[in-house]
């Protein structure tokens, strides 16, 4: 059973670099698609990025002149930053599974990891 | 960006009783040449991340609750529970997959009538 565990920091100021990470445990790292989503308090959810084991990357248009998701196949971690944050970036961040492969078409997330809470103060 | 739009903003339904929540999309997702429609549906709970319960607009994933049926054309999609329990109280999403960037609804709070 392919589980996620992320972690990184959890309170910035306004201009610094969000660094997230996610683990995978379980299953197999370079088949799939790794994505980062994240929620502001008591909102829907908004897609960021994604990354293949391959270095094969997508972003969102809206946040991709400041995000870069890196992937570690050695240690099967993938990991998102994202630079000048604001108070708009506060949120929970997620990192998920894209099941897409080579042989197998996806794009829905599934497992999550359980969320980073992240705050950016002013 | 394709917009998912979901109807309504939140519902109350009894115990036992139907659930219908629709999500439209601003254009369609069904790619013509594999006849699927890249459409999902999740739950969440409060403090927990969305759980994933349909994929391919109707297909459940493995261990969902029958009750939980997903149906649709290429624009417009129901997600139906066919007999409300407790349990399902939640924040129900689709998305789409069809196009980056990929995109949810805005969300459908449900709860016990």
């Known amino acids: 059973q392919v589980q996620l565990q992320q972690w990184g920091a959890g309170l910035l100021k306004a201009s610094e670099t969000l660094s997230l990470t996610c683990a995978v445990y379980g299953g197999s790292f370079n088949d799939y698609h790794w994505s980062w989503i994240r929620q502001p308090p008591g909102k829907g959810l908004e897609w960021i990025a994604r990354i293949h084991h391959s270095g094969s990357t997508n972003y969102n248009p809206s946040l991709k002149s400041r995000v870069t998701i890196s992937v570690d196949t050695s240690k099967n971690q993938f990991s998102l930053k994202l630079t000048s944050v604001t108070a708009a970036d506060t949120a929970v961040y997620f990192c998920a599974r894209d099941p897409t492969t080579a042989e197998q078409l996806g794009g829905w997330f599934d497992p999550w990891g359980q969320g980073t809470v992240v705050t950016v103060s002013s | 960006d394709i917009v998912m739009t979901q109807s309504p903003d939140s519902l109350a339904v009894s115990l036992g009783e139907r659930a219908t929540i629709n999500c439209k999309s601003s254009q369609s997702v069904l790619y013509s040449s594999n006849n699927k429609k890249y459409l999902a549906w999740y739950q969440q709970k409060p403090g927990q991340p969305p759980k994933l319960l349909i994929y391919?607009?109707?297909t459940r994933e493995s261990g969902v609750p029958d009750r939980f049926s997903g149906s649709g054309s290429g624009t417009d999609f129901t997600l139906t529970i066919s007999s409300l329990q407790a349990e399902d109280v939640a924040v129900y999403y689709c998305q789409q997959y069809y196009i980056t960037p990929f995109t949810f609804g805005q969300g459908t709070k449900l709860e016990i009538k």
């Open positions: 391919w607009a109707s």
